[in-house]
């Protein structure tokens, strides 16, 4: 299923800018790996350092927009319908129809039939994680699907995360079995993800970066870590591969 970039309510508007300021380095992160994606617009290389607090902005336009646009589409209700993962409007017993944070009918409604203590709690904060993970292991996170979900900030918005959780992915094909996999994407008994996909559009790049970070993942598994590192020791990183038949 294919969206493109004119989705109905599909022009968010533009995120503020975080001020040009100096921040604490707890802030800051190496860069993350190169976008290997045929999908990237914006080459990461030509930023030294990773911003959190300028990233957030651009985080929060994406949140908003999923919030208040793109969940009372027609298009994303019908790829979530098929996907089987219920949008924030959907859920029970507080469905999230705004990203607006005033309690009342026009925002949160809650469930009639709900017992007291469910209609006295708050409802929790919404994550956009699970949908970028259901639209990966489906095979639907293309750039049009992404924007027609997050909006027109979401390559520096949640372009990052989508990074992420594409190479966890990898990660979880590589170490377990396929139906655990399917339960690790699986959200509830009405949410199970109903097929999985290979990981699409993957370049030479972003393979690489995924070998490399898996290389770090089982240096650590062997307390290869500070002055044990293979680096520090002289050795190469070695990068499970499956044998040949």
């Not at 949008?87 to 309690?103: D, E, G, I, T, Y």
Request: charged content about 20%; some cysteine.
């Amino acid at each position: 299923m294919a969206f493109n970039n004119t989705l109905p309510g599909s022009s968010s508007s533009s995120s503020s800018q975080a001020q040009s300021h100096s921040q604490p380095q707890d802030f800051r992160s190496s860069s993350f790996p190169n976008y290997g994606s045929p999908s990237s617009v914006d080459r990461r290389a030509t930023n030294p350092q990773f911003d959190i607090l300028e990233w957030y902005p651009q985080f929060q336009s994406c949140h908003r927009y999923f919030l208040d646009v793109a969940q009372h589409t027609g298009p994303v209700q019908a790829l979530a319908a098929f996907i089987n993962i219920q949008l924030p409007f959907q859920k029970q017993a507080f469905p999230v129809v705004a990203s607006s944070r005033a309690a009342g009918p026009e925002h949160l409604r809650p469930n009639p039939f709900a017992n007291q203590h469910q209609q006295a709690s708050q409802p929790q904060a919404l994550s956009l994680i699970p949908y970028i993970r259901r639209l990966i292991a489906t095979g639907h996170d293309s750039p049009g699907v992404l924007h027609g979900f997050f909006g027109d900030d979401w390559l520096k918005g949640i372009g990052s995360l989508h990074e992420i959780e594409r190479r966890n992915y990898l990660f979880a094909a590589k170490s377990t079995s396929w139906m655990e996999v399917k339960q690790a994407y699986d959200l509830s008994p009405e949410e199970t993800v109903p097929f999985l996909k290979p990981l699409g559009n993957v370049s030479e790049k972003e393979i690489q970066a995924a070998e490399s970070t898996w290389s770090e993942w089982l240096a650590m598994q062997d307390w290869m870590l500070g002055p044990r590192a293979p680096e520090v020791m002289g050795r190469e990183p070695r990068v499970k591969r499956e044998s040949q038949n």
